[in-house]
């Protein structure tokens, strides 16, 4: 197999696990190719090879794959954070309860936002996202928040960056780019609408972070119209989400 082959092997394995991380059951070859456009015969020779390593368990009676024991412990090894402890989680959930809305959690990837872990909202009209998707760090609500734990430095370098790939919205203003950012600080919180899918948008706000440990932005994902009626709703109930389950401390190292 060459080194392209390689590369998209590597990204329908971390695409699946992702799904089922999502989907959270069991899942048919057809509906894993319908959900990513891939075909049916090449997703059953990639699932029926992760069973063959454990990474997938196969029952035969449904004709449904499940991720086995050997996924679930993968990161056993990891230092302890509140991914672990189970902190981080519980505000995800109780975000969801609360305001039957979408809830994501971001970290950075580049230039890029990331959606590391995504709880689909539960109103009847409500976003559905997917874990895995990608937001502009420059103009989206969750990379906004991630830039402001971010010196003025580092902040002109991704500019700089963004602008000399010469992709939309381009060219970004570094001025603009601040004076955006002063007020995220100041108020606590990123707002942001219309910027990828129309008539939606987020309201996030940047997590505790454990020394060492990598800047997270949680986020409430709504149409734009609640997100105007819902601002000041939103912003508080975000603020005692996160005083109320972020408030760990480091663990000491031996």
């Known amino acids: 197999m060459n080194e392209q082959g390689l590369v998209k092997s590597a990204a329908r394995v971390l695409s699946l696990l992702e799904f089922f991380d999502e989907i959270k059951r069991e899942a048919s070859v057809a509906e894993v190719a319908d959900r990513h456009e891939w075909p049916h015969s090449s997703t059953s020779v990639l699932m029926r090879s992760l069973v063959t390593l454990g990474y997938l368990h196969y029952d035969a009676g449904t004709r449904t794959y499940m991720p086995s024991m050997r996924v679930a412990l993968l990161g056993d090894w990891l230092e302890v954070t509140p991914f672990l402890h189970g902190e981080l989680m519980q505000l995800l959930r109780s975000l969801n ?66 602008n000399a790939l010469k992709e939309p919205p381009f060219p970004i203003d570094a001025d603009a780019v601040f004076a955006r950012l002063a007020e ?51 912003a508080q109930v975000l603020r005692e989400a996160v005083g109320r389950f972020m408030t760990f401390t480091e663990e000491p190292h031996d």
Do not use: F
């Open 97 to 162: 309860e609360s305001t039957g809305e979408t809830i994501v959690l971001a970290a950075q990837n580049g230039l890029h936002a990331q959606y590391m872990r995504v709880l689909q909202g539960t109103n009847v009209v409500r976003m559905h996202l997917h874990i895995g998707s990608r937001r502009p760090m420059l103009n989206s609500g969750t990379g906004r928040m991630l830039l402001t734990a971010m010196d003025d430095a580092t902040i002109r370098r991704l500019i700089r960056k963004h």
């Open 184 to 234: 995220d600080r100041a108020r606590g919180y990123a707002l942001s609408m219309h910027q990828v899918t129309p008539y939606s948008g987020v309201i996030a706000m940047r997590l505790p972070t454990v020394e060492g440990g990598r800047p997270l932005a949680i986020g409430i994902a709504t149409l734009s119209q609640l997100l105007v009626d819902r601002e000041q709703h939103y």
